[in-house]
């Protein structure tokens, strides 16, 4: 049985494990990221690898990262909340496991366990999009990922939507994700609250009172008991996801895309509107077949599942 590592790396921690080819996870771990390091960080996944090479025969190890991998699968170019930058990651960590060892970003990772073991089997052109803080995203065509010339493809969430619209950490402004993630909804709620307290009863009492109280959770749980404000953010959500959805089947007319990341634990109570907003929206609709749109299967594990996958084509 050819085992593999994967080791998805975020900001906080690193979750790691032995995948079988069946994309089972046989033994898994969860260590504190060095995020501040890359020294440490390098030490430290190379550390867990070793233990668990130890127990295991594997063949080799796929990092999944939160960053701009090069198309060689080898370098972080630049992470916006890691310190890598231009860091030569496979070579670090394979000289120190002796193992052979492929870099991919994080959401292509997650795009890819999705893929093969989770809401997109069966599928041959799928794309993922993971809506938490902000919008990631992983393509996969032909049953190949796409990662564009230089590794740098698939960032979903930097299209733009609005032309001069809310501003980006990336520089730009407008970009999809300032509209269609978990902080957009956040941001869609607090505004609701404040221009109509009245209906947002709920909202405000989970909040603590005021507008700048309330949390994520407390949109899907405000949502949930009936509150006008939060179902009105989840509206506006599943509006402009759709949009979204229906510009990139425009360009790469998939058979799924599969929602994931954080706010898709609240899938239900945003994603049939999508998917009718989806179907209003398409370009050339009512003369083509309609992609799915699918939750993910997965959960936090699919990053560490799909670098791993990821490692046995090298
Ligand atoms: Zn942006």
């Not at 000289?95 to 069966?122: I, K, S, T």
């Not at 425009?250 to 907003?277: K, T, Y």
Request: proline share 3%.
């Amino acid at each position: 049985m050819a085992l593999t590592i994967g080791v998805d790396v975020g900001g906080t921690k690193i979750a790691y494990g032995v995948v079988d080819e069946h994309g089972a996870i046989i033994e898994r771990g969860l260590r504190h990221s060095p995020a501040g390091s890359p020294e440490k960080m390098a030490l430290t996944i190379a550390d867990a690898v070793t233990e668990l090479a130890a127990r295991h025969s594997v063949e080799a190890v796929g990092i999944g990262a939160a960053g701009f991998v090069d198309e060689t699968r080898s370098i972080i170019r630049f992470a916006p909340n890691l310190a890598w930058r231009e860091e030569p990651l496979r070579e670090k960590v394979g000289e120190l496991v002796g193992l052979p060892v492929v870099v991919e970003n994080d959401a292509n990772a997650m795009a890819w366990g999705e893929y093969r073991f989770g809401a997109g089997r069966g599928e041959s052109h799928v794309v993922c999009v993971t809506v938490g803080t902000g919008i990631g995203g992983g393509i996969v065509l032909g049953g190949e990922l796409y990662r564009g010339r230089w590794g740098m493809g698939a960032e979903l969430g930097h299209m733009q939507a609005v032309p001069g619209g809310r501003a980006c950490g990336c520089g730009n402004s407008g970009c999809w994700e300032r509209y269609a993630s978990g902080s957009a909804l956040l941001m869609e709620a607090r505004d609701n609250a404040q221009a109509d307290p009245a209906g947002a009863a709920h909202l405000l009492r989970l909040g603590g009172g005021s507008a700048e109280g309330i949390q994520g959770e407390h949109v899907t749980e405000a949502a949930r008991q009936g509150d006008r404000a939060a179902l009105a953010a989840f509206e506006s959500l599943a509006r402009w996801l759709a949009q979204g959805l229906a510009d990139m089947a425009a360009v790469l007319d998939p058979g799924c895309f599969i929602i994931g990341g954080g706010v898709s634990g609240a899938a239900d109570l945003f994603v049939d509107r999508v998917r009718e907003e989806f179907a209003a929206r398409l370009t050339g609709r009512g003369h083509r077949p309609l992609a799915e749109i699918r939750v993910a299967e997965m959960g936090p594990s699919a990053g560490l599942v799909g670098a791993g996958d990821l490692a046995r084509f090298r």
